[in-house]
């Protein structure tokens, strides 16, 4: 009934850059916090970037000043410029959304996941 349609990954080269995009869809009554994660093989899932519904965001101190995340309220999307990318930033992204569902109530909402490949 809700989902998360997540679009924009790809190869690209060290110093290069792609823009993430998320999408949330559905019986949606409001969205509060949307948010990126990555896992890299072989490594926990960490956080990448958060925004609120009020535009507050938080980064991890390794992707600081390389990535941007943003969101536009009327489509209910989130967004992650990433530039600079580093082979390191090399992991699946994933989108995640809280929110309240006009009949499911509060619900964490996590994308498929997209892959970002850094590789020369």
């Known amino acids: 009934q809700v989902q998360l349609v997540e679009s924009g990954g790809g190869l690209v080269q060290p110093g290069g850059s792609l823009r993430l995009s998320c999408a949330a869809s559905?019986?949606?009554?409001?969205?509060?916090?949307m948010g990126w994660y990555r896992q890299a093989p072989g490594k926990q899932r960490e956080l990448v970037a958060t925004?609120?519904?009020?535009?507050?965001?938080n980064y991890a101190d390794s992707v600081k000043g390389r990535f941007t995340i943003s969101r536009d309220n009327a489509k209910n999307t989130v967004y992650l410029q990433m530039n600079s990318l580093k082979p390191e930033d090399t992991a699946v992204y994933y989108c995640?959304?809280?929110?309240?569902?006009?009949?499911?109530?509060?619900?964490?909402?996590w994308g498929q996941g997209t892959l970002v490949t850094v590789s020369s």
């Open positions: 995640n959304t809280q929110l309240h569902g006009i009949l499911t109530g509060y619900l964490e909402v």
């Open positions: 559905g019986s949606i009554f409001s969205i509060n916090a």
């Open positions: 925004i609120t519904s009020g535009g507050s965001t």
